[in-house]
C-alpha cells in the first residue's frame, strides 16, 4: 500500500489513457458507421443510377406552384421552384410569428385580468388549442374553407370589400398610385427620424436633465407625413374592389385557403403557447416591484413600460424564442395540406428527381439557417434587455 | 370629569358574499370590466349555443347507417351531427385495419400495459405492496374473464414478478455491492449461462431469429439484479416495463409465434397506431437522450463534440421533414438485402428525433445537481458508470419528471405527423374514412372526434405532470 503512489499506473487504469481509448473508439466507430452508410448509398444509388450532385437545380421544374410572389412557371428549373418554396416558408413564418405574438399577448394578459369571465375564458382558450395536435387544427381550418364555407356566389361578407368564401379571403385594396409610394417613403422616413429623436432625447436628458414628449412627437411624424403624402400626391381614393364575376372574383387581392388554413393554424396553436409564457413572464415580477413604482409617484404607463416590462422580458425571451422556431419548424406541416412551403416543394423534387440525399439536405441547411439566424437574433435581444448591473 | 359617549355605530358593511356582490366584483367593477365582460359573453354566445345545437340539438345518434341520418335531417329540416359515422367506423378508428378476430390482442396488450403502468404512475395510492397484489388480482381476474387461462397465467406473471424480484434483490445485496473479483467471476458466468439459456429456449420456440432481443431481455434484468443494491418494487416494475413488456407487446401483436396469426404493421391503424408510435418513441427516445445527454457534458472533447452536433442538427430541423428522411433516405443507407418496414423507419425516427429534446431536458437535470454530489461519489473512488447510475441519474430523472412529461406530450401530438409519410394513425384514419364514398361530407363529425381522443389524453398528461411537479417539488424555476 505504501508504495502505491510510486507504482507504476497499469495502462487501462490510467484515467487519462482511458479517456484517449474511448475517444478513439468514438472516432472509429463514427468513421465505420459513416463509411457503412456511404458505401451502401453510393452502392445503392449506382445501382439506381441516380447521379449524385446538385445539378438538378438547373433542369426543368416541370411541376406548377400554386402561389409564388415571384414570376414562376413549371418551365423554370428546380432552383427556383425552391426558392419560390423558401420565399413561402419565410412569409408564413414571419406573419405567423407576428401574429402569434400579438395574439400570444393577448391571452397571456387576458389570463391574469381581474375579470373572472375574461380570465377563464383565455383559460379555456389557452387549454383547448394546447392540448390538440397542431396538424388536427390545420386539417380542420382547411376543411373549413373547402367544406364549410360557401362557394363564391353566397361568399360571407363580414366587412364591405371583404369576402370569405371557399377560394379564400378576397379583400380590396386601394388603386396603385404614385402617392402611395410617397406615403411610404414618408413612413420610412418618419420611423428613421423616431429613432434617431428618440435617442437625441435620451441623450439630451441624460446630460441636462430636460425631457422631451418624444412619445407625441414621434406618433404625430409617423401617422402625419405619410398622410402628408398621400395628400400632396393628390388624395386618391380609387379602390381596387372584388367583383364576383362567373364562378370567382375577379379584382382585389386573394388569399388562398391553403395560406389562411396554415397561418391560422400555426398561429392558434403557437398563441396558446405563448399566453403561457407572458403569463408567467408577468407572474414573475413581485408585486412589490408595482406597488414600489407607483409609490414613487410613476404614471401607469411608466409603471408597465420602465418597472414592469423589462423584468418580465427577461423571463419571457428565452422560451419565446423556442416558440417561435416550433412556429418555423411546424410550417413544414404546410405539406400535409398542399400549401407549397420549402418542404413541400423540395418533397416534389425528391419525388421527380430521386435526388434524396441532396433534397433532404437542403431542407436541414435552410432550417439550421432560419434556427441559427432566429435564435442570434433573440439572443441579441436578449442581451440587449439583460439586467444591467453595476 | 368628561363623560365618554359611543360614536353611533356605522351601518353594517356592504354585501360581501353572494351571487350579485360576487359578480360586481368580478364580472363589473368598472366600466372597461364591464364591457370585456359583455365582450366575453358575446363571444361564448356565439360559440356555445350553435356548436350544442350541432352536436346534440340537431344531431342523429342511432341507426347504423348514412340513410339514417340523411333521412332524419331531412325529417327535421336541420342539419347536425351525424354521430352514426363515428359509430359504424369506432373499430376502424380504434385499431385501423387490424383483423376484427384479432383484436383482443390489442385489447390484452393495452391491459397489461395499464396493470404495469397505474401503479408505478400513481405510487402514492400504490405505496403498500398489499394495495398492489389486491389491485393486480382484480386485474388478473379481469384478463381471466375477457381473454382465457393463458392470459391470466402471462399476467400474474407479470405483475407480481417484481415482488419476487425485489425479494431476491434484498437478499442478493451483499453480493450486488461486493468488489471481489471471484464474487464478479461468478455473476458474470451465470448471467452468460442463463443467457444463453435464454437464447437457446427462444430459438426453439419462437424461431429462428428471435434469440437476441429475449437474451438482451434477461441479461438487463440479470444485470440489474446483481450488480445494483436495493431496488424497490417500483423500480422492478419500470424495468420490466422496458425488458419484458416490448418483447410480449412485440410478440402479441405482430404474432406468427405460439399459434397467434401473423398481421403485418399495414395493417395497423387508428388509435392504436398512435399509442405504439408514442410509447415506443418514448420508451426508446428516453434512453438515448440521457446517453446522449451524458455526452454532451462528458469531459472527453470527442464524444461531446458528436453528441453536441447531433443534438443541435436534430432540434434545429422539423419532425416532417425527418420523417421524410426516414422514408426515402434509409432503404438508401442500407444494403439492397436489409428491407426495412414504413413503421419501423418512421419509428426510428421519431426516437432519434425526440432523443434530442430527451437529452436537452436530462442535461437540464445534470446542471442542476449539486457539484459535492459528483465529487462525493468521486471520493469514494466509483467510477464513472456507477455514479451516474447510482448518484446522480437518479437524482436528475426524479428533477426532469416535468419536462420529460411535456416533451411526451409533444411526442403524442407529433405522431400524428406520420399521417404525411402514409401511416394511417388516428388522424390519417379520419382523412381516410372522410374519403369513403359512403361518407362523403362528414368531415367535420371525424375530426371533432379525433380532436376530443387527443384532447383527453393530452389533458390527462398535462394535468398529472402539473400534480407531480407540486408533489415532487422539482420546479427548476
Given at each position: 500500500m505504501d508504495t502505491a503512489s510510486s507504482e507504476k499506473i497499469p495502462f487501462l487504469r490510467d484515467p487519462e489513457k482511458r479517456a484517449l481509448l474511448y475517444q478513439i473508439f468514438t472516432v472509429l466507430g463514427v468513421a465505420l458507421l459513416s463509411y457503412y452508410l456511404i458505401s451502401n448509398t453510393l452502392a445503392n444509388l449506382e445501382r439506381q443510377s441516380i447521379s449524385t450532385g446538385f445539378g438538378f437545380l438547373h433542369k426543368e421544374a416541370a411541376f406548377e406552384i400554386g402561389?409564388?410572389?415571384?414570376?414562376?412557371?413549371?418551365?423554370?428549373?428546380y432552383g427556383k421552384a425552391l426558392l419560390v418554396g423558401f420565399i413561402n416558408t419565410l412569409i408564413v413564418s414571419f406573419i405567423g410569428i407576428v401574429l402569434t405574438v400579438i395574439l400570444g399577448t393577448i391571452i397571456g394578459i387576458a389570463r391574469l385580468s381581474s375579470n373572472w369571465l375574461v380570465s377563464k375564458l383565455s383559460a379555456s382558450y389557452i387549454e383547448l388549442f394546447q392540448d390538440i395536435p397542431v396538424l388536427l387544427q390545420l386539417f380542420f381550418w382547411y376543411a373549413f374553407f373547402y367544406e364549410i364555407l360557401p362557394a363564391p356566389k353566397q361568399a360571407l361578407n363580414p366587412v364591405t370589400g371583404v369576402f370569405l368564401s371557399n377560394r379564400g379571403l378576397v379583400f380590396g385594396v386601394p388603386e396603385y398610385h404614385p402617392a402611395y409610394l410617397a406615403a411610404l417613403t414618408a413612413l420610412i422616413v418618419a420611423i428613421i427620424a423616431g429613432i434617431i429623436l428618440k435617442k437625441w432625447a435620451h441623450r439630451r436628458q441624460d446630460t441636462t436633465g430636460k425631457s422631451l414628449p418624444t412619445g407625441k412627437i414621434i406618433t404625430a411624424m409617423v401617422i402625419g407625413l405619410p398622410l402628408l403624402a398621400w395628400l400632396l400626391g393628390g388624395a386618391p381614393t380609387a379602390m381596387n374592389t372584388p367583383v364576383l364575376k362567373g364562378f370567382n372574383f375577379k379584382g382585389g387581392v386573394t388569399v388562398t385557403p391553403e395560406f389562411t388554413a396554415l397561418l391560422l393554424g400555426l398561429v392558434l396553436y403557437t398563441a396558446a403557447f405563448v399566453a403561457e409564457i407572458v403569463r408567467a413572464g408577468i407572474q414573475s415580477v413581485s408585486k412589490g416591484q408595482q406597488e414600489a413604482a407607483v409609490s414613487i409617484g410613476l404614471k401607469p404607463g411608466q409603471v408597465l413600460n420602465l418597472v414592469i416590462l423589462p423584468q418580465a422580458l427577461r423571463v419571457i425571451v428565452p422560451p419565446l424564442t423556442s416558440q417561435m422556431l416550433n412556429l418555423t419548424k411546424n410550417s413544414s406541416l404546410a405539406v400535409a395540406i398542399g400549401y407549397p412551403d420549402f418542404v413541400s416543394v423540395a418533397g416534389t423534387t425528391i419525388n421527380q428527381t430521386g435526388q434524396a440525399i441532396e433534397g433532404v439536405g437542403l431542407i436541414m441547411i435552410v432550417y439550421l439557417i432560419f434556427s441559427l439566424s432566429t435564435s442570434a437574433f433573440m439572443n441579441w435581444y436578449n442581451k440587449k434587455i439583460k439586467l444591467v448591473e453595476r | 370629569m368628561k363623560n365618554w359617549q359611543s360614536s353611533p355605530s356605522l351601518p353594517s358593511?356592504?354585501?360581501?358574499?353572494g351571487l350579485i356582490k360576487w359578480c360586481r366584483m368580478?364580472?363589473?367593477?368598472s366600466v372597461v370590466n364591464t364591457l370585456l365582460t359583455l365582450t366575453g359573453l358575446l363571444i361564448l354566445w356565439w360559440l356555445i349555443p350553435p356548436f350544442f345545437q350541432w352536436a346534440v340539438v340537431n344531431s342523429c345518434w342511432t341507426g347504423d347507417s348514412r340513410e339514417v341520418c340523411d333521412a332524419a335531417f331531412a325529417a327535421s329540416g336541420k342539419t347536425g351531427a351525424c354521430w352514426v359515422f363515428i359509430k359504424v367506423r369506432l373499430g376502424m378508428f380504434m385499431y385501423g385495419f387490424y383483423p376484427e378476430v384479432e383484436r383482443w390482442r390489442i385489447n390484452f396488450v393495452l391491459l397489461v400495459l395499464a396493470l404495469g403502468l397505474l401503479p408505478v404512475l400513481a405510487y402514492g395510492i400504490f405505496s403498500k405492496n398489499l394495495r398492489q397484489a389486491i389491485f393486480g388480482v382484480f386485474g388478473l381476474l379481469t384478463v381471466f374473464y375477457f381473454f382465457g387461462i393463458i392470459p391470466a397465467i402471462f399476467t400474474a406473471a407479470f405483475f407480481f414478478l417484481p415482488f419476487l424480484l425485489d425479494f431476491l434483490s434484498a437478499r442478493l445485496a451483499w453480493l450486488a455491492v461486493s468488489l471481489d473479483l471471484w464474487h464478479t467471476l461468478i455473476k458474470l458466468c451465470l448471467m452468460l449461462l442463463v443467457g444463453a439459456l435464454t437464447f437457446f429456449l427462444a430459438v426453439t420456440?419462437?424461431?429462428?431469429?428471435?434469440?437476441w432481443a429475449s437474451t438482451l431481455a434477461t441479461v438487463v434484468l440479470l444485470l440489474v439484479l446483481f450488480?445494483?443494491?436495493?431496488?424497490t418494487v417500483f423500480a422492478w416494475r419500470w424495468i420490466l416495463l422496458f425488458t419484458i413488456f416490448p418483447l410480449f407487446a412485440f410478440y402479441m401483436l405482430v404474432?406468427?409465434?405460439?399459434?397467434l396469426a401473423h398481421v403485418e404493421t399495414h395493417y395497423w391503424g387508428g388509435f392504436f397506431l398512435t399509442l405504439v408510435v408514442a410509447s415506443s418513441g418514448m420508451a426508446t427516445a428516453l434512453p438515448i437522450g440521457i446517453l446522449m445527454a451524458l455526452g454532451r457534458r462528458s469531459e472527453l472533447p470527442v464524444i461531446k463534440v458528436v453528441c453536441v452536433v447531433f443534438i443541435e442538427i436534430a432540434r434545429s430541423v422539423p419532425l416532417v421533414s425527418v420523417l421524410f428522411m426516414a422514408s426515402v433516405m434509409f432503404p438508401l443507407f442500407l444494403p439492397e438485402s436489409v428491407t426495412f418496414n414504413k413503421l419501423l423507419r418512421a419509428l426510428v425516427g421519431i426516437a432519434f428525433f425526440y432523443a434530442a429534446y430527451m437529452a436537452e431536458v436530462v442535461r437540464g437535470g445534470l446542471q442542476a445537481i449539486p457539484k459535492g454530489q459528483y465529487e462525493a461519489a468521486k471520493a469514494l473512488g466509483w467510477p464513472y458508470w456507477r455514479m451516474m447510475a447510482v448518484v446522480i441519474l437518479p437524482q436528475t430523472l426524479r428533477l426532469v419528471i416535468p419536462g420529460l412529461a411535456i416533451n411526451f406530450l409533444s411526442l403524442l401530438k407529433d405522431t400524428t405527423l406520420v399521417a404525411v409519410i402514409g401511416l394511417l394513425d388516428l388522424l390519417g384514419i379520419a382523412k381516410a374514412s372522410m374519403a369513403d364514398a359512403e361518407w362523403l361530407g362528414f368531415t367535420k363529425e371525424a375530426y371533432v372526434f379525433a380532436g376530443i381522443v387527443f384532447w383527453v389524453f393530452c389533458f390527462a398528461i398535462s394535468r398529472y405532470s402539473v400534480r407531480l411537479e407540486k408533489k415532487l417539488h422539482t420546479s427548476l424555476h
Open positions: 402561389e409564388s410572389v415571384l414570376d414562376y412557371s413549371a418551365a423554370d428549373s | 358593511p356592504e354585501q360581501q358574499q368580478n364580472l363589473f367593477s420456440f419462437i424461431g429462428e431469429g428471435h434469440g450488480f445494483v443494491r436495493n431496488v404474432g406468427n409465434v405460439f399459434s
